[in-house]
């Protein structure tokens, strides 16, 4: 059994910084690929950033220079550094790990229950 356990999210104002953070825990091998999505009320989900176990890291356009990605390897967990919030940034923020192996040599995709962001005066 694994699960992906998030926090950090709440409120903010527009300028403001949060981090969040997403622990994997469980019966857990491997983690190649880890990442963050959000969705916002009425649109689809959308990809935030991703890293890989070496640190390679990928960014949505929309984001980029303002939110940073990185991740504890020893602790199973990855994070997310949001800095110079905007209203649009407003969404609920889901942690993923699509390629965890088990103890028992087994693959998973796995999501977190998500976290609210909102950024508002």
């Known amino acids: 059994q694994v699960q992906l356990v998030e926090s950090g999210g709440g409120l903010v104002q527009p300028g403001g910084s949060l981090r969040l953070s997403c622990a994997a825990i469980g019966n857990i091998f491997s983690i190649s690929n880890m990442g963050w999505y959000r969705q916002a009320p009425g649109k689809q989900r959308e990809l935030v950033a991703t890293i890989t176990s070496r640190g390679t890291t990928n960014y949505a356009d929309s984001v980029k220079g303002r939110f940073t990605i990185s991740r504890d390897n020893a602790k199973n967990t990855v994070y997310l550094q949001m800095n110079s919030l905007k209203p649009e940034d407003t969404a609920v923020y889901y942690c993923?790990?699509?390629?965890?192996?088990?103890?028992?040599?087994?693959?998973?995709?796995?999501w977190g229950q998500g976290t609210q962001v909102t950024v508002s005066s």
């Open positions: 993923n790990a699509p390629d965890i192996v088990t103890m028992r040599g087994v693959k998973y995709d796995y």
